[in-house]
């Protein structure tokens, strides 16, 4: 299982960025997948997660209406798109999926909100 985070940069406050996730390694299509966030000095949080094959959506209060999870199973690809940024959206920003009873990380984006 690997997991490629990708998308992060510095954005002003109210800004917008598009993360990527591209997942190989097992049948993307049936597994749930997540976003997590970590901020420096805080412990990791989660944002947000989409079911299969529902494709049901579910976030953290903290940015319900800002940010859309989505997939693209023909591209193994999870997405967050972040809108209406605020500097508390500054964290490395990480996918997660559980597999055969493993969780299992990417590297990480950062994401710092700033002006």
């Known amino acids: 299982v690997q997991l490629v985070e990708s998308g992060g940069g510095l954005v002003q406050p109210g800004g917008s960025l598009r993360l990527s996730c591209a997942a190989s390694?097992?049948?993307?299509?049936?597994?749930?997948m997540k976003w997590y966030r970590q901020a420096p000095g805080k412990e990791r949080e989660f944002v947000a997660l989409i079911s299969t094959p529902s494709d049901s959506t579910n976030y953290a209060d903290s940015v319900k209406g800002r940010f859309t999870i989505s997939r693209d199973n023909t591209k193994n690809t999870v997405y967050l798109q972040m809108n209406s940024l605020k500097p508390e959206d500054t964290a490395v920003y990480y996918c997660?999926?559980?597999?055969?009873?493993?969780?299992?990380w990417g590297q990480g984006t950062q994401v710092t909100v700033s002006s």
């Open positions: 390694g097992f049948p993307f299509s049936r597994y749930d």
């Open positions: 997660n999926v559980l597999v055969v009873g493993r969780w299992y």
